[in-house]
């Protein structure tokens, strides 16, 4: 595969912590104050519960009563209800597990997409990647408040980060759970402080559990690639660069469609209707640029569609995802991968193709 730095180089993620792994004494040190009280994070090999919820239970009685739910939209808030509690809920062995095997986590799509990539020969690149599960231990830490953990804590958890993901101090890097980037807060995804990543990792989980998204154990930290073009930013500094979102089918090896990723009715929609400062500002910079982004769309699109279709037969998985591309200057990265089904834009594709894959029973 041939990588952004032009090298013939394979890049890989591994699902085993391969960094300094304490003995279970000393996590004793990362404590957490709850209500005032400081309790340890470990016992008996184990995360110290703070919610106080049997999530196990929980999950197992929502998730039998959504199976047998014959209402469509009842069936869909159930769902919604467990996505959302198992975002907050403090891990269990099961819920890790559950994490561990989520089809969305880079890291279990990143290894089967390059190895794809170099086998067919592809133009298309992926940025150069380093990721790791945590140990339960340390995945619990990152659910944990920010505010809530000690400075030495904080200090062993940045430690513990910098070895397992191998960082070089002088080096930028782009970061993200194994399944969310908070690219809509720029400035904690873009981290040029590798010895505080394990901080940055602790605010992007945080937020990632509020909005819904805290379904990984998983940390990645990738070549942050900059922006050639010079495209204005927003989202606090992220570069507006032209990205392309497909619908692939690996069991057919067929793509169902392709759609600008800043589409632009999703977003001046959301922008225009975000009363805040930063929102309002964003809001003129995209309809400024808009033009440039439907232009470069329109002109790459069918390049972009012609090389996934070359490599799709080689890539091992299973399913339907999207899969995401973004452009800088003549290069198309393949840069995230997640289920269709829980993929947003969707409904952004012709009428005549939703059409077609209802009839086929593929999407509601």
């Not at 190895?115 to 140990?135: D, I």
């Not at 958890?157 to 690219?183: M, P």
Request: aromatic share 10%.
């Amino acid at each position: 595969m041939t990588t952004s730095n032009g090298k013939n180089e394979q890049t890989a993620v591994t699902k085993e912590w391969d960094g300094r792994y304490p003995h279970k004494q000393a996590f004793q040190s990362l404590a957490v104050t709850k209500r005032g009280e400081h309790q340890r994070l470990v016992e008996g090999g184990f995360p110290l519960r703070t919610d106080g919820f049997d999530i196990d239970v929980m999950v197992e009685t929502l998730e039998k009563k959504a199976d047998i739910e014959t209402d469509k939209r009842e069936k869909k808030n159930l769902q919604a209800l467990v996505s959302r509690l198992i975002s907050v809920a403090d891990l269990s062995p099961s819920l890790y597990n559950r994490f561990s095997d989520n089809p969305n986590s880079l890291l279990n799509w990143f290894n089967p997409l390059q190895k794809g990539l170099m086998q067919a020969k592809s133009s298309l690149k992926t940025p150069q990647t380093r990721g790791v599960r945590l140990p339960i231990e340390l995945a619990q830490f990152m659910r944990i408040d920010y505010v809530d953990t000690s400075r030495k804590d904080r200090d062993v958890f940045n430690q513990l980060v910098f070895d397992a993901l191998k960082l070089e101090e002088d080096k930028t890097y782009f970061i993200k759970t194994g399944t969310f980037s908070s690219k809509f807060q720029f400035a904690n995804a873009k981290c040029n402080e590798p010895l505080e990543m394990g901080e940055y990792f602790q605010v992007i989980n945080n937020f990632a559990m509020q909005v819904g998204a805290g379904h990984s154990v998983d940390i990645v930290a990738r070549e942050y690639i900059e922006d050639s073009e010079n495209n204005p930013t927003i989202y606090n500094g992220m570069p507006l660069r032209t990205e392309f979102r497909a619908f692939v089918d690996f069991d057919s090896d067929e793509i169902f469609g392709i759609v600008p990723y800043w589409h632009p009715i999703v977003m001046k929609r959301a922008l225009k209707h975000n009363l805040s400062p930063s929102s309002q500002e964003d809001f003129k910079t995209y309809v400024a640029h808009e033009d440039v982004l439907r232009e470069n769309y329109n002109t790459y699109v069918n390049h972009v569609k012609k090389s996934l279709l070359d490599v799709i037969p080689y890539i091992a998985l299973d399913g339907r995802y999207s899969v995401d591309i973004m452009k800088d200057g003549e290069d198309f990265y393949v840069i995230d991968m997640a289920l269709m089904d829980e993929s947003a834009l969707v409904d952004q594709l012709p009428d005549f193709t939703l059409e077609k894959l209802r009839e086929r029973q593929l999407i509601d």
